[in-house]
């Protein structure tokens, strides 16, 4: 029994491992997460947070609105223009991450089959054919999938929220629907870890490969991935969450920590990619290669 318990986390090893193979490769990987993450969060911390924090405020007021009154209609227009600053931040910061980690993922897939590159050379072999055409394919269609989950989420929120039971059948869906969204999420990076390592996987094929992975061959392991991702994630989050409270008080202080923050950021992400390419990978030598 102990030795199938450790099996399950097999896969970590070798991904903690897969680094130092080459440093010089994952080296500035793991420099350009961390610069994209300062960058992102020292841009939302310094300029765009009050208009995130009035638009949640404005949003948390008007679910106690009568919507035909005056005030309804007034913080109603307040939303939309606090959303027209801060959704663009939201697109930019999403797309700076995904290319810096469509980066690590074939940083991690190539040197977990023996290849040696340095960043040059990786950037060189991306950029060759149709090598990102599979991985920007599958980025698109589960980035669009999350936010539409994230829209009716939003929806659904706002209904609970507007329930008087403090335990109603609106809130347990939405519960249920926010733990489902979660598990997507991981579901959709090892998609994107399944176009890398494989071409011939793209799109909705690539998500059904990694939706038979997670819930029919390495079920276990991917319950590990999946509490990997939230537990160490909220660990990284207590230092931004220590940032905030800094903001106000030290703006040194503050941009000290998100310092520390990024690498934190930067080296969870590197070892959660790496972990969900070589849980692909490792599946799909015990299958022999074969469709899962």
């Known amino acids: 029994m102990a ?9 970590l090893k070798e991904a903690l491992i897969l680094p130092r193979r080459n440093p010089k490769l994952f080296t500035p990987v793991l420099l350009l997460l961390a ?11 310094l300029f765009l947070r009050s208009f995130t924090d009035d638009m949640v405020s404005h949003l948390i007021e008007i679910k106690d609105t009568d919507p035909s009154s005056y005030r309804y209609a007034y913080l109603m227009e307040a939303t939309k223009q606090d959303a027209v600053i801060a959704i663009p931040e939201l697109i930019i910061a999403l ?24 960043l040059a050379k990786l950037v060189r072999e991306i950029s060759k054919g149709s090598t990102l055409r599979g991985p920007s394919v599958t980025v698109a269609v589960v980035t669009a999938l999350s936010l539409a989950w994230m829209a ?3 929806v659904m929120l706002l209904v609970t929220m507007r329930g008087r039971p403090a335990l109603s059948v609106q809130g347990i869906v939405f519960v249920l629907a926010l733990l489902a969204f979660f598990y997507f999420t991981v579901l ?4 994107v870890a399944v176009s890398v390592a494989d071409e011939e996987y793209r799109g909705v094929r690539a998500l059904g490969q990694a939706w038979r992975l997670m819930t029919r061959v390495r079920r276990k392991e991917g319950l590990v991935l999946v509490l990997l991702a939230y537990l160490l994630q909220t660990v ?15 703006m040194a202080a503050c941009l000290g920590m998100l310092v ?8 969870h992400q590197l070892f959660y990619l790496a972990a969900a390419t070589v849980y692909y990978c490792e599946a ?9």
């Open 3 to 11: 030795a199938k318990v450790t099996s399950c986390f097999n896969f």
């Open 35 to 45: 610069v994209t993450s300062f960058l992102v969060t020292s841009v939302h911390v």
């Open 95 to 118: 797309a700076l991450g995904l290319v810096v980690q469509i980066l690590a993922f074939f940083a991690a897939s190539t040197t977990y089959s023996g290849e040696c590159h340095t």
């Open 152 to 154: 009716v989420l939003g």
């Open 188 to 191: 959709a990076v090892v998609s």
């Open 236 to 250: 990284v989050n207590l230092v931004y969450g220590s940032a905030l409270v800094y903001a106000n008080k030290s």
């Open 260 to 267: 520390v923050y990024a690498f934190m950021s930067g080296a």
């Open 284 to 292: 799909m030598e015990e299958q022999g290669g074969v469709t899962l």
